[in-house]
């Protein structure tokens, strides 16, 4: 049975908070998968390529990486989350960014449409402007 498009979301995140490699990505999104928004800047590659090194950079950079749903809901096949990202920024370079060893935050918007138990599209926005406050001067910004 295909499960419920608010549990493949739940399911991802927990894969993003607990597994050391990204390849997880593509048990989720399909093959097709499109992004807007935030994850779509990257030129030259797929769309799920993308993803994965977003969540590459996050990994390289910051240890105790967490994802934490603040809010969720869904409609039918789309899912809205937004979750607060967190770590300490002590592995090395984040977006170019030598590591600090301070803590950081940032807030994300994610709407992702599901269908047959993956990910077909998502639309989202990080919070960039804190994230990137926070790399130049090590102060963490809520």
Known sequence: MTPDPITVIQNFIQEVNESPKVDFV???????FRAHGSAGELDGK????????????????????????LVEFSKEELVATVSEYSGIHDKGPLWGVAATGNSISFLAIGINKVKDGRVVEHWGLFDSAALASQLASGDEIN
């Not at 593509?26 to 097709?32: H, I, Q, V």
């Not at 769309?47 to 749903?69: N, P």
């Open 26 to 32: 593509e048990n989720y999104l399909s093959t097709d």
């Open 46 to 69: 797929t769309d799920r390529d993308k993803v994965k090194d977003f969540l590459e950079d996050l990994r390289e950079g910051l240890s105790d990486l967490s994802v934490r749903v």
